[in-house]
């Protein structure tokens, strides 16, 4: 009797066991077509944080916050936050990247310096001026000082591209009547590429506010330009295309070049005249490989 005691016992056990294996395996396989339907987009999470919603691509009022942009004690004037402007030129706005006392500090540094801008001809290399570009501006040196490495390597930071991959800073000021003319910061010429490899992405930092005019420009962005905020604030010439007002502190991030490293297009740009006030900013090209000033 007590052997048959001990068979139903451990049948028992047997079958207890059985069941919770069945369970896990069960469970596994609900969480595994759970996580599937999540990457495809079929079944949605409930989302109660605003700031952090899934944004439609191509739509200008959606704000992409990232909480490792954000400085702890900043107010509303001074938080550092992303906003993505557009997928066709992929741009992206990062709110209040300088400082004002690193703004100032750069204009003062190149304030002594500057000369009339110039452009580069596609077919000789000549540099030269050109009405085409009507400002003044100057280089500072890579690594300069402490502020521009710290400037430049804040760059790399956000931008996933090595310092030793940029130009140096240039700094230019544009006043009342002076432009540059949409164009693309890439170059399709053996000249250029050959001296440190293609342009493949640009970092515009606005280093002061401008009263009117002196937008950044995009004429063939794919979006829809009544969308943006504050499309009756802009000039004739910005309302021309995807437009930023240029506010001091911001940077622009956009990319010459696609994913798979083919041009893009969509990234012909161009800074509008300034009406009233004064435009000063500091550009930084970035390259897919080293380049040495």
């Not at 004690?73 to 992929?90: A, F, K, M, N, Y």
């Not at 400037?151 to 591209?161: G, P, S």
């Not at 010429?189 to 001296?195: E, F, K, R, S």
């Not at 604030?233 to 506010?247: A, F, T, V, Y």
């Amino acid at each position: 009797m007590v052997k048959a005691r001990h068979s139903r016992l451990q049948k028992s056990w047997i079958t207890r066991w059985s069941w919770v294996l069945v369970l896990a395996v069960l469970t596994m396989c609900m969480s595994l077509l759970i996580l599937l339907l999540l990457a495809l987009h079929l079944l949605s999470m409930p989302n109660t944080n605003t700031s952090f919603a899934p944004f439609k691509h191509n739509h200008l009022n959606s704000i992409a916050r990232n909480a490792s942009y954000i400085s702890e004690g900043e107010d509303e004037q001074t938080e550092r936050w992303v906003e993505i402007l557009s997928w066709e030129p992929r741009a992206f706005l990062y709110h209040n990247f300088l400082t004002k006392e690193e703004c100032e500090y750069l204009i003062n540094i190149a304030k002594p310096n500057m000369k009339r801008s110039t452009v580069i001809e596609t077919e000789t290399g000549i540099i030269k001026t050109s009405s085409e570009r009507t400002s003044f501006g100057t280089l500072l040196a890579r690594g300069l000082d402490k502020t521009v490495r710290n400037i430049e390597k804040r760059i790399a930071d956000f931008t996933h591209v090595p310092v030793e991959n940029g130009e140096a800073l240039q700094i230019v000021h544009y006043e009342v009547g002076e432009e540059y003319v949409p164009h693309h910061d890439y170059f399709m010429d053996d000249l250029h590429t050959a001296n440190g490899g293609d342009r493949m992405a640009t970092m515009l930092m606005y280093l002061s506010d401008v009263e009117e005019g002196g937008e950044t420009v995009f004429p063939d962005a794919k979006v829809n330009l009544r969308s943006v905020g504050g499309w009756n604030q802009l000039s004739d010439c910005g309302r021309k295309g995807l437009s930023i007002k240029p506010k001091m502190g911001d940077a622009l991030l956009f990319w010459s070049m696609k994913p798979d490293l083919t041009y893009d297009p969509s990234s012909f740009h161009g800074s509008c005249p300034v009406i009233k006030g004064n435009k000063w900013s500091c550009t930084k090209w970035m390259r897919i490989y080293e380049f040495q000033i």
